[in-house]
């Protein structure tokens, strides 16, 4: 594609480094750049055609056709090209369900006890996973990584970047996001083959409602010690479901089956904690219910065969299904299940399917970004927000578009070689420390 410059050229290797984890992880290279002339798609607004996208020290600062590019800035020429927000992959295990690792790369399930609540998928986010190159091809600059679903209680969850340092500490975008749990087959399969609580649906459901109460109990005896200012021996894992309580984490509910969400609906209301459906492969049958009670969907994964039981209902219609009856969705991969770099095909797919293609867009963007609690840094090209833009060849629904430039807070750290040949392969991933100016 071709590119100019104005004045100097700002490389990645001579941008300031982070030094707020509230505003950009630790050690994150912050870039400046411009994009324009091209299609501009902010997802939370309009789109505006011949538009520039400024981001300046790694954050949006203007969206528009009158930005005024300031010196030294580098310009991308889009003209032709779409523009849109890196993509948020709203559950995924990159880094804990390693690619072409077999057992040394599978961290996702401690399944040594039905409640995981003290676990940290972050403990087990290995960045070197190919996960996270692949989901630059596919223009997926964001992902909340979780913990596998063979728990009742899987354990706390963490907001990536898909690319940014040589640890993932220097990628969080935010430690703490979610806490994850699982209904229906996966915890009733292996710990029924152990003959163990819980063995059945009603066991699995059980073990959640006891883990909350003895949270409950925990918090307040907790609030009761801080009071008198008297001691009190911390628990990890009762800690992180006091913040559930608390409305400080999400409840991201693996559960496939009618049945099961419903199960996830009554829990939700025992306890009054923040739910999101994850999966939701039968979810189309109580749409209604759903929508009236405005309880999100993490649709997916699409492409998959129907492996199991709880899987006999999917189809990729349902997804519209649930946006027409007003529930807010999001589409998931379950990377590695299905590759990340796939997503925008699912995406695609639900389309051709009956899905609104502007709700297909915002479910790849600014509603997973919601769900999470993610949108005042992710999500949408707003001033203030992280700079993490992708230029298109052409409209990204369209399967034959590519992510041409992949920029994660104003540093390019993907771009597609149309000289090179390979398929995945034929693009550059910008190694960390890099000198990138390509």
């Known amino acids: 594609m071709p590119e100019q410059t104005r004045s100097t050229v700002t490389s990645p290797s001579s941008t300031s480094r982070a030094t707020s984890p509230g505003r950009l992880p630790i050690g994150t290279t912050r870039g400046s750049v411009a994009v324009v002339g091209g299609y501009v798609v ?25 930005v005024v590019v300031p010196d030294g800035v580098r310009v991308v020429d889009a003209r032709g090209r779409w523009v849109l927000p890196g993509f948020v992959e709203a559950h995924a295990h990159m880094g804990v369900w390693e690619e072409a690792q077999g057992w040394a790369g599978e961290d996702a399930n401690e399944m040594t006890s039905p ?70 087959e996966n915890p009733k399969r292996v710990y029924g083959e152990r003959k163990q609580l819980p063995s059945t649906r009603l066991g699995v459901a059980a073990v959640i409602r006891k ?41 991201d509910q693996h559960t496939h089956r009618a049945d099961d969400i ?22 189309a049958s109580i749409a209604d219910v759903l929508a009236e009670r405005d309880v999100p969907v993490i649709f997916g994964p699409m492409f998959t065969a129907r492996s199991k039981v709880e899987l006999r209902d999917r189809a990729i219609e349902n997804l519209g299904v649930l946006a027409r009856a007003g529930v807010r969705v999001a589409i998931t991969t379950d990377h590695p299940v299905v590759p990340i770099n796939f997503l925008v095909h699912q995406a695609s797919l639900a389309v051709k399917e009956g899905l609104d293609r502007d709700t297909a867009l915002r479910a790849l963007t600014v509603n997973p970004a919601q769900f999470l609690g993610l949108d005042d840094r992710i999500g949408s090209l707003t001033p203030g927000l992280d700079g993490d833009v992708v230029v298109w060849s052409g409209d990204p629904l369209d399967v034959t578009s590519r992510a041409e430039h992949v920029f994660v807070t104003g540093t390019e750290v ?22 990138f100016d390509a």
Do not use: C, M
């Open 262 to 283: 419903a199960t996830a609906l009554r829990l939700a209301d025992e306890f009054g904690y923040r739910l999101v459906v994850n999966h939701g492969t039968d979810a």
């Open 115 to 184: 409640d995981g609540s003290a676990l940290r998928a972050i403990d087990a986010v290995n960045v070197e996973d190919e996960g996270f190159r692949d989901a630059l091809v596919g223009g997926v600059t964001s992902a909340v990584v979780k913990p596998g679903s063979g728990n009742p209680i899987g354990g706390r969850t963490v907001a990536l970047k898909t690319w940014g340092g040589r640890t993932v500490d220097e990628q969080v975008i935010r430690h703490d996001v979610s806490v994850k749990s699982a209904l229906g």
């Open 211 to 251: 883990a909350f109460v003895d949270a409950q109990t925990y918090a307040a005896r907790r609030d009761a010690a801080a009071a008198a200012g008297e001691p009190f021996e911390r628990d990890l894992g009762k800690e992180t479901l006091a913040a559930v309580l608390a409305g400080e984490l999400a409840w």
């Open 42 to 66: 902010p997802v939370a607004s309009e789109p505006i055609a011949d538009a520039t996208v400024l981001v300046e020290d790694g954050v949006v600062t203007a969206v528009g056709t009158d």
């Open 414 to 435: 993907y771009t597609w070689d149309a000289d090179a040949r390979g398929g995945l392969g034929a693009g550059r991933v910008r190694e960390r420390g890099e000198r």
